[in-house]
Each structure stands twice: as structure tokens, then as C-alpha cells.
């Protein structure tokens, strides 16, 4: 009766399903733990003020100011989301304003690393 294509061979599972992404913004730090599978823990950072960036080879804690672009998805920018790759406008402790790279993934690892550019 059924021929190829026609008959799905099974429905999905619970472990093939995905989550909604978190969005990671500028503002005052707020992460979620989500639970995996195998039991394991993985930590979603929601929002952050600071990043910890390699300049000169050694590590700031530096404010981000905001978003300058994001690759990844042009209304990112403009809605101030935090993503790898996405160039920020940050303030080193002595003031001066920089633009940075984030390195790390916050949505996965649960915190934000980036290098300078300069």
C-alpha cells in the first residue's frame, strides 16, 4: 500500500527536540541552568555588563556599552544581542573606549570572553 517516502517511519523523540535560544543582551547579569541530556548541567547567560577580554595579552574585565554589529543576524545589533563573533563597543577600566570580539558562546558556555581589536 505504501510505497517510498509516503509512510513516516516513526515519530520524534524527546532528545531530537530544540530549544527556544537565549538571547543574550547588554544589561545586569542573569543566567538560567538548563538541564541536558545525560543529567548534565549547562548554563545559559541571559544578560552581562562585563566581559573578560585579552588585551596585550592579558586579561580585563571590561563594560560593554553596546552591540557595534553582529554578523550573525543584522537585527541582533540593532536589538543589542550578544552572540561568537558580534564586535561590542566596550570601556577598559582606565576609560578608554575599544571595540572587542566575543570569543566565547554565552548561550552555551554561560559567560563572555572576547579579544580587542586594535
Not at 517511519?9 to 531530537?16: F, I, L, V
Not at 545525560?38 to 563594560?63: F, T
Not at 553596546?66 to 564586535?87: C, L, W, Y
Request: with cysteine; proline share 3%; hydrophobic share 35%.
Amino acid at each position: 500500500m505504501f510505497r517510498g517516502k509516503t509512510k513516516k517511519s516513526r515519530s520524534w523523540r524527546r532528545y531530537e527536540a530544540g530549544r527556544v535560544s537565549s538571547d543574550t543582551t547588554v544589561g545586569e547579569k542573569k543566567a538560567k541552568n538548563i538541564r541536558v541530556r545525560g543529567g548534565k548541567e549547562k548554563v545559559r547567560l541571559v544578560a552581562d555588563n562585563y566581559a573578560h577580554v585579552i588585551i596585550d595579552k592579558k586579561p580585563v574585565k571590561c563594560e560593554i556599552l553596546s552591540v557595534a554589529e553582529n554578523s550573525a543576524n543584522k537585527d541582533f545589533t540593532r536589538r543589542n544581542i550578544i552572540t561568537k563573533g558580534a564586535i561590542l563597543k566596550a570601556k577598559t577600566p582606565d576609560g578608554k573606549e575599544i571595540q572587542i570580539k566575543v570569543t566565547s558562546r554565552p548561550g552555551q558556555d554561560g559567560l563572555l570572553n572576547a579579544v580587542s581589536l586594535l
